[in-house]
């Protein structure tokens, strides 16, 4: 069974930092584009940033630039989210995600329903003070 699983959200105050995991089990991460999606009320899902399988090319929406980091361990087939600075309209459930085999990590970020796939279980991130 192809699985993610998350860990890591929660609550934190604004200009406080977290930082998410997602372990992946039944497949290995390599040779696949991965990333975080994220989901606020009311709101549709948006890629916020994602990486290629190589690692050296990523993507990251300009409303977490320069806060997000996006990163992934292949050996522990694992990827994080380090998040900084964080701000109350960060606050969504977070979900990562794998893209099917030879889907580049710009198709995946822009087109999740076609390209993911498996997603995470998502984990609540709720920034207030």
């Known amino acids: 069974q192809l699985q993610l699983v998350e860990s890591g959200g929660g609550l934190v105050q604004p200009g406080g930092s977290l930082r998410l995991s997602c372990a992946a089990s039944g497949f290995t991460l390599d040779y696949k584009a991965i990333g975080w999606f994220r989901q606020a009320p009311g709101k549709e899902r948006e890629g916020v940033p994602c990486i290629s399988s190589s690692g050296r090319i990523t993507n990251y929406a300009d409303s977490i630039k320069g806060r997000f980091t996006i990163s992934r361990d292949n050996a522990k087939n694992t990827m994080y989210l380090q998040m900084n600075s964080l701000r109350p309209e960060d606050t969504a459930v977070y979900y990562c995600?794998?893209?099917?085999?030879?889907?580049?990590?710009?198709?995946?970020?822009?087109?999740?329903?076609?390209?993911?796939?498996?997603w995470g279980q998502g984990t609540l991130v709720t920034v207030s003070s």
């Open positions: 995600a794998a893209g099917r085999a030879g889907t580049t990590m710009q198709a995946m970020c822009n087109m999740p329903g076609r390209y993911v796939e498996v």
